[in-house]
């Protein structure tokens, strides 16, 4: 990531000091290669670094820890649902085992067990 990069991520008034503002370009480096490309981790990842920089390690840390459980008790909730979609259109013959299983974004034996396969 480049200077102009960062300043431009962060805004004017990011609050950092030069030293700080340098050791999150270097992390800026460090996330862009252990993230390969996938932009959105590498953002969520800096914006972690980041807020390390300007608040408490542990508000950040436990925002975090709720968002991960609530985003778990989210994709349970969706794949309770979807599990009761798969008995109901496979049991009626609207629907195959790896055709839904590709429209849900599931593997077949996924939809096996879900059958009681």
Do not use: N
């Not at 200077?3 to 805004?11: C, N, P």
Request: charged share 30%; aromatic share 6%.
């Amino acid at each position: 990531m480049q200077r102009h990069e960062l300043t431009a991520w962060l805004g004017d008034d990011h609050g950092l000091t030069d030293d700080q503002f340098e050791e999150l370009l270097a992390q800026a480096d460090e996330i862009d290669d252990r993230c390969g490309g996938d932009h959105e981790a590498a953002s969520e990842a800096l914006t972690a670094a980041y807020r390390l920089m300007i608040e408490d390690a542990d508000t950040v840390t436990f925002e975090l820890a709720q968002r991960r459980a609530a985003a778990r008790a989210a994709e349970l909730d969706a794949l309770a649902g979807l599990q009761q979609i798969a008995i109901t259109l496979i049991e009626r013959g609207d629907a195959t085992e790896s055709g839904f299983a590709r429209q849900a974004g599931v593997d077949r034996m996924t939809v096996r067990k879900w059958l009681g396969k």
